[in-house]
């Protein structure tokens, strides 16, 4: 089981051993502590629990201040955790940093997408727009008819209506992304392709 929490960066151009080059994002991992072991047997299932970012006891909520003194630990800004089988030889109180990653392989990688505000249906579904030629005023951008044949009798609007609406800010997930580089003196990896977010957004990382 490998989890670690990090915050994204800038991308970069990385050239490979064969000189091929490799859009990439650069994200720093700071090293997360282990904040709790949920077993099958107390919880109902495996997990573990870390947390990342100390924050001031002030800033923190009730829950998370006694969280954290029960076991001594520090306050933390976020607080992640992975279900899984439990890996042998960790202890609440331990640290996972950088290093759990090597070069080449592949991970997934968690984030909340950019948040674009209530957008169009071009922009949103990528639709085409009305046709570009005389005696059109208004209907470029406009979605089109809504009703029809797609609905009943009566011509409802059918569920799931590609429309305008808010657009990003939602969890994405992206799967397959191979770590080209690991930097354990900055607390750096370096991811190939584009990450959901956008600089500084929270990532999760799990092997």
């Given at each position: 089981m490998k989890f670690i929490l990090g915050t994204k960066q800038n991308m970069v151009t990385v050239f490979d051993e064969g000189g091929i080059a490799h859009a990439a994002t650069i994200i720093v991992a700071q090293p997360a502590v282990i904040t709790q072991l949920k077993t099958k047997e107390k919880e109902g299932y495996n997990a573990v629990q870390i947390g990342s970012g100390e924050v001031k006891e002030g800033r923190a909520n009730k829950a998370q201040v006694g969280h954290a003194k029960g076991k001594s630990l520090k306050n933390f800004k976020e607080i992640r955790q992975r279900d899984g089988k439990l890996p042998e030889g960790v202890e609440v109180g331990g640290t996972i940093d950088v290093t759990v990653?090597?070069?080449?392989?592949?991970?997934?990688?968690?984030?909340?997408?950019?948040?674009?505000?209530?957008?169009?249906?071009?922009?949103?579904?990528?639709?085409?727009?009305?046709?570009?030629?005389?005696?059109q005023k208004h209907s470029e951008r406009s979605p089109g008819s809504i009703g029809g044949s797609g609905g009943r009798a009566g011509g409802r609007v059918a569920k799931g209506m590609r429309m305008a609406g808010r657009m990003g800010g939602d969890r994405v997930t992206v799967r397959n992304l191979a770590i080209l580089q690991v930097h354990p003196e900055t607390n750096e990896i370096v991811i190939a392709g584009a990450v959901p977010g956008r600089r500084g957004t929270l990532v999760e990382i799990r092997g």
């Open positions: 990653f090597t070069a080449g392989e592949k991970v997934q990688v968690s984030a909340i997408s950019k948040a674009k505000g209530f957008q169009g249906v071009i922009k949103r579904h990528g639709f085409h727009g009305g046709p570009r030629s005389h005696g």
